[in-house]
């Protein structure tokens, strides 16, 4: 059984807690810039290791992205999984999670430091890249190829013969239709079905879609108040 570090330590570092388990991961710890994100779902065990900055690998572990934000991801991916720098960082080993759940067709290849969810499906022959994120219920069809450090939320189905570049969030049940292309570092609005190719840099969403949310409050009745002093 392989020990497993896992970069963050809130919600989202443990769902990939979970899916780890699942797969046959031994958790070691969670790393994190502070253990408020940890002490706030409840401190779980194994516990907080500390900041990634004062851990020392023993060389038995590997680690994995327990964040969703691909700026930050970005970031951490260039800092400790890249090639070790002079000051003795960098080259950690990532961790490919692979929940037994998850369907991978013949001929698709995954790339290194990725997670796939439950009930994720990746398509005959698809290549998503270096840490991918397909959350639970994500399909990436068929000939379809990423670059690094894209996130898919939940429920994100990507058509056949896709093309991605790197860094691109999609968020909750969005979708791209066939053959389409998308470069670096976009953002998917959640629910929107993108219809065409996307440069870079770009907020994808629908017009039609509202902006603002309206909080109905519920008149106090009399009864209600009965008994207060």
């Not at 409840?42 to 060389?59: K, Q, S």
């Not at 572990?61 to 400790?80: H, M, N, P, Q, V």
């Not at 990423?146 to 898919?152: A, E, I, K, P, R």
Request: glycine content about 14%.
């Amino acid at each position: 059984m392989t020990d497993l570090v896992i970069f963050g330590s809130g919600g989202f570092a443990q769902e990939v807690a979970a899916y780890a388990a699942d797969a046959g991961f031994r958790l070691r710890g969670f790393l994190d810039v502070s253990d408020q994100a940890w002490r706030s779902h409840g401190a779980p065990e194994p516990g907080w290791l500390g900041r990634e900055e004062d851990y020392r690998p023993d060389g038995t572990e590997l680690f994995a992205l327990g964040i969703a934000d691909t700026a930050i991801r970005a970031r951490l991916i260039a800092r400790w999984f890249e090639a070790p720098d002079s000051d003795g960082g960098g080259g950690w080993p990532a961790a490919t999670i692979i929940h037994p759940t998850a369907t991978i067709m013949p001929g698709a290849t995954i790339g290194a430091g990725s997670v796939m969810g439950p009930r994720s499906h990746v398509g005959v022959k698809a290549r998503p890249g270096r840490f991918t994120v397909m959350n639970y219920g994500c399909s990436f069809g068929h000939d379809g190829v990423s670059g690094c450090n894209n996130v898919l939320a939940s429920g994100v189905h990507l058509a056949g013969y896709v093309t991605l570049g790197a860094d691109n969030f999609f968020g909750i049940s969005a979708s791209v239709q066939p053959r389409l292309t998308l470069g670096d570092r976009n953002r998917i609005q959640a629910g929107v079905s993108v219809a065409s190719d996307v440069g870079s840099g770009a907020f994808v969403f629908r017009k039609d879609q509202p902006k603002t949310a309206f909080l109905f409050t519920a008149p106090i009745l009399a009864a209600d108040t009965a008994g207060e002093g």
